[in-house]
T-cell receptor
Framework: DGGITQSPKYLFRKEGQNVTLSCEQN?????MYWYRQDPGQGLRLIYY???????QKGDIAEGYSVSREKKESFPLTVTSAQKNPTAFYLC???????????FGPGTRLTVL | SQKIEQNSEALNIQEGKTATLTCNYT??????LQWYRQDPGRGPVFLLL?????KEKRKERLKVTFDTTLKQSLFHITASQPADSATYLC???????????FGPGTRLSVLP
Protein backbone atom coordinates (compact mmCIF):
# COMPACT_ATOMS: atom_id res chain seq x y z
CA ASP A 1 0.00 0.00 0.00
CA GLY A 2 1.85 3.08 -1.26
CA GLY A 3 1.70 6.36 0.50
CA ILE A 4 3.27 8.99 2.66
CA THR A 5 3.26 8.76 6.43
CA GLN A 6 3.92 11.29 9.15
CA SER A 7 4.37 10.60 12.80
CA PRO A 8 3.26 11.35 15.35
CA LYS A 9 -0.18 12.82 14.61
CA TYR A 10 -0.06 15.04 17.72
CA LEU A 11 3.08 16.27 19.43
CA PHE A 12 3.52 18.37 22.54
CA ARG A 13 6.80 19.97 23.55
CA LYS A 14 8.00 22.47 26.06
CA GLU A 15 9.32 25.78 24.90
CA GLY A 16 13.05 25.71 24.20
CA GLN A 17 13.18 22.05 23.15
CA ASN A 18 14.06 20.86 19.68
CA VAL A 19 11.64 18.39 18.13
CA THR A 20 11.89 16.20 15.02
CA LEU A 21 8.90 15.36 12.84
CA SER A 22 9.04 12.22 10.76
CA CYS A 23 8.05 11.90 7.10
CA GLU A 24 8.38 8.66 5.11
CA GLN A 25 7.19 7.80 1.61
CA ASN A 26 7.21 4.54 -0.35
CA UNK A 27 6.08 6.07 -3.64
CA UNK A 28 9.62 6.18 -5.02
CA UNK A 29 9.30 9.93 -5.44
CA UNK A 30 12.39 12.07 -5.88
CA UNK A 31 10.96 15.30 -4.46
CA MET A 32 9.79 15.93 -0.93
CA TYR A 33 8.42 19.03 0.78
CA TRP A 34 7.61 20.41 4.21
CA TYR A 35 4.82 22.93 4.75
CA ARG A 36 3.43 24.71 7.74
CA GLN A 37 -0.26 25.60 8.04
CA ASP A 38 -1.68 28.00 10.62
CA PRO A 39 -5.41 28.22 11.42
CA GLY A 40 -7.42 29.61 8.53
CA GLN A 41 -4.36 30.01 6.33
CA GLY A 42 -2.86 28.30 3.34
CA LEU A 43 0.32 26.24 3.29
CA ARG A 44 3.71 27.90 3.58
CA LEU A 45 6.81 26.14 2.25
CA ILE A 46 9.54 25.48 4.81
CA TYR A 47 12.05 23.29 2.95
CA TYR A 48 12.07 21.11 -0.14
CA UNK A 49 14.34 18.49 -1.63
CA UNK A 50 14.52 17.45 -5.28
CA UNK A 51 17.03 14.68 -4.75
CA UNK A 52 18.83 12.75 -2.02
CA UNK A 53 21.51 14.70 -0.13
CA UNK A 54 20.25 18.02 -1.46
CA UNK A 55 17.62 20.43 -0.15
CA GLN A 56 16.65 24.08 -0.48
CA LYS A 57 15.09 26.64 1.83
CA GLY A 58 11.52 27.60 1.23
CA ASP A 59 9.76 30.78 2.25
CA ILE A 60 9.93 30.32 6.03
CA ALA A 61 13.03 28.20 6.74
CA GLU A 62 14.30 30.16 9.76
CA GLY A 63 14.23 28.04 12.90
CA TYR A 64 13.89 24.77 11.00
CA SER A 65 16.36 22.20 9.68
CA VAL A 66 16.04 19.11 7.47
CA SER A 67 18.08 16.21 6.13
CA ARG A 68 17.63 13.97 3.11
CA GLU A 69 19.94 11.01 3.60
CA LYS A 70 17.53 8.51 2.07
CA LYS A 71 15.07 8.85 -0.78
CA GLU A 72 12.19 7.66 1.40
CA SER A 73 12.77 9.94 4.36
CA PHE A 74 12.75 13.72 4.92
CA PRO A 75 12.67 14.54 8.65
CA LEU A 76 12.06 18.09 9.85
CA THR A 77 13.55 19.48 13.05
CA VAL A 78 11.83 22.40 14.69
CA THR A 79 14.52 24.12 16.71
CA SER A 80 14.23 26.37 19.73
CA ALA A 81 15.06 29.28 17.42
CA GLN A 82 11.64 29.01 15.79
CA LYS A 83 9.68 31.84 17.43
CA ASN A 84 6.18 30.46 16.98
CA PRO A 85 6.36 26.72 16.33
CA THR A 86 2.79 25.73 17.23
CA ALA A 87 1.17 24.77 13.91
CA PHE A 88 0.00 21.95 11.65
CA TYR A 89 2.94 20.51 9.70
CA LEU A 90 2.43 18.77 6.37
CA CYS A 91 4.89 16.70 4.39
CA UNK A 92 4.42 15.99 0.68
CA UNK A 93 6.18 14.15 -2.11
CA UNK A 94 6.05 14.22 -5.89
CA UNK A 95 7.82 12.77 -8.90
CA UNK A 96 9.71 16.03 -9.21
CA UNK A 97 8.04 17.02 -12.42
CA UNK A 98 5.33 19.67 -12.11
CA UNK A 99 2.94 17.01 -11.01
CA UNK A 100 0.61 16.28 -8.20
CA UNK A 101 1.94 16.43 -4.67
CA UNK A 102 0.87 13.64 -2.37
CA PHE A 103 0.40 14.84 1.18
CA GLY A 104 0.78 13.02 4.44
CA PRO A 105 -1.84 13.21 7.20
CA GLY A 106 0.05 15.95 9.03
CA THR A 107 1.49 16.44 12.51
CA ARG A 108 -0.07 18.96 14.86
CA LEU A 109 2.69 20.41 17.02
CA THR A 110 1.84 22.29 20.19
CA VAL A 111 4.58 24.03 22.13
CA LEU A 112 3.64 24.73 25.71
CA SER B 1 4.98 42.14 -4.17
CA GLN B 2 3.86 38.62 -4.98
CA LYS B 3 0.40 37.64 -3.89
CA ILE B 4 -2.16 34.85 -4.33
CA GLU B 5 -5.76 35.53 -3.40
CA GLN B 6 -8.76 33.25 -3.31
CA ASN B 7 -12.26 34.66 -3.30
CA SER B 8 -13.98 35.04 0.01
CA GLU B 9 -12.74 33.01 2.86
CA ALA B 10 -16.04 31.11 2.90
CA LEU B 11 -18.65 30.33 0.27
CA ASN B 12 -22.11 28.88 0.94
CA ILE B 13 -24.21 27.44 -1.87
CA GLN B 14 -27.31 25.32 -2.20
CA GLU B 15 -27.06 21.66 -3.14
CA GLY B 16 -27.35 21.11 -6.88
CA LYS B 17 -25.98 24.52 -7.82
CA THR B 18 -22.59 25.22 -9.39
CA ALA B 19 -19.88 26.46 -7.06
CA THR B 20 -17.31 28.81 -8.58
CA LEU B 21 -14.08 29.50 -6.73
CA THR B 22 -11.53 32.08 -7.84
CA CYS B 23 -7.75 32.17 -7.60
CA ASN B 24 -6.01 35.44 -8.54
CA TYR B 25 -2.29 36.05 -8.49
CA THR B 26 0.07 38.98 -8.80
CA UNK B 27 3.72 39.04 -9.88
CA UNK B 28 3.96 35.32 -10.53
CA UNK B 29 4.40 33.65 -13.91
CA UNK B 30 3.26 30.10 -13.29
CA UNK B 31 3.57 27.47 -15.95
CA UNK B 32 1.22 25.24 -13.94
CA LEU B 33 -1.64 25.73 -11.56
CA GLN B 34 -3.12 23.10 -9.27
CA TRP B 35 -6.26 22.77 -7.20
CA TYR B 36 -6.45 20.74 -4.00
CA ARG B 37 -9.21 19.80 -1.58
CA GLN B 38 -8.52 19.81 2.17
CA ASP B 39 -10.81 18.42 4.85
CA PRO B 40 -10.42 19.61 8.48
CA GLY B 41 -7.36 18.17 10.18
CA ARG B 42 -6.17 16.32 7.08
CA GLY B 43 -3.61 16.80 4.33
CA PRO B 44 -4.68 18.31 0.98
CA VAL B 45 -5.73 15.98 -1.81
CA PHE B 46 -4.86 16.79 -5.43
CA LEU B 47 -7.78 17.45 -7.77
CA LEU B 48 -6.61 18.99 -11.04
CA LEU B 49 -3.55 20.47 -12.73
CA UNK B 50 -3.77 22.89 -15.64
CA UNK B 51 -0.87 24.15 -17.76
CA UNK B 52 -0.41 27.72 -18.98
CA UNK B 53 -1.15 26.72 -22.56
CA UNK B 54 -4.43 25.03 -21.57
CA LYS B 55 -7.56 27.12 -21.29
CA GLU B 56 -9.73 24.55 -19.59
CA LYS B 57 -9.52 21.15 -17.90
CA ARG B 58 -12.36 18.89 -16.80
CA LYS B 59 -12.68 15.88 -14.53
CA GLU B 60 -16.13 14.51 -13.80
CA ARG B 61 -18.05 17.38 -12.10
CA LEU B 62 -14.95 19.58 -11.83
CA LYS B 63 -13.78 22.20 -14.31
CA VAL B 64 -10.77 24.49 -14.11
CA THR B 65 -9.92 27.44 -16.33
CA PHE B 66 -6.62 29.30 -16.49
CA ASP B 67 -6.30 32.80 -17.92
CA THR B 68 -2.68 33.98 -17.87
CA THR B 69 -3.70 37.42 -19.17
CA LEU B 70 -6.11 38.03 -16.32
CA LYS B 71 -3.81 36.10 -13.97
CA GLN B 72 -6.74 34.11 -12.77
CA SER B 73 -8.00 30.56 -12.44
CA LEU B 74 -11.62 29.58 -11.90
CA PHE B 75 -12.60 26.29 -10.31
CA HIS B 76 -16.14 25.04 -10.84
CA ILE B 77 -18.02 22.20 -9.15
CA THR B 78 -21.26 21.43 -10.96
CA ALA B 79 -24.27 19.73 -9.35
CA SER B 80 -22.68 20.34 -5.95
CA GLN B 81 -23.33 17.96 -3.07
CA PRO B 82 -22.95 18.33 0.71
CA ALA B 83 -19.98 15.93 0.41
CA ASP B 84 -18.19 18.62 -1.61
CA SER B 85 -17.99 20.78 1.52
CA ALA B 86 -14.30 21.37 2.24
CA THR B 87 -11.55 23.94 1.85
CA TYR B 88 -10.20 24.30 -1.67
CA LEU B 89 -6.65 25.51 -2.26
CA CYS B 90 -5.01 26.72 -5.45
CA UNK B 91 -1.26 26.38 -5.93
CA UNK B 92 1.11 27.97 -8.46
CA UNK B 93 4.42 26.51 -9.52
CA UNK B 94 7.70 28.34 -9.11
CA UNK B 95 11.05 27.68 -10.77
CA UNK B 96 9.57 25.48 -13.48
CA UNK B 97 7.76 23.23 -11.06
CA UNK B 98 10.48 22.88 -8.47
CA UNK B 99 8.07 23.97 -5.79
CA UNK B 100 4.63 25.45 -5.38
CA UNK B 101 3.12 28.39 -3.53
CA PHE B 102 -0.39 28.01 -2.11
CA GLY B 103 -3.29 30.40 -1.81
CA PRO B 104 -5.11 30.87 1.53
CA GLY B 105 -8.02 28.64 0.48
CA THR B 106 -11.78 29.02 0.23
CA ARG B 107 -14.02 27.10 2.63
CA LEU B 108 -17.00 25.82 0.65
CA SER B 109 -20.20 24.73 2.37
CA VAL B 110 -22.87 23.02 0.28
CA LEU B 111 -26.19 23.24 2.06
CA PRO B 112 -28.80 20.48 1.65
Amino acid sequence: DGGITQSPKYLFRKEGQNVTLSCEQNLNHDAMYWYRQDPGQGLRLIYYSQIVNDFQKGDIAEGYSVSREKKESFPLTVTSAQKNPTAFYLCASSTGNPDTQYFGPGTRLTVL
Amino acid sequence: SQKIEQNSEALNIQEGKTATLTCNYTNYSPAYLQWYRQDPGRGPVFLLLIRENEKEKRKERLKVTFDTTLKQSLFHITASQPADSATYLCALDRNYGQNFVFGPGTRLSVLP
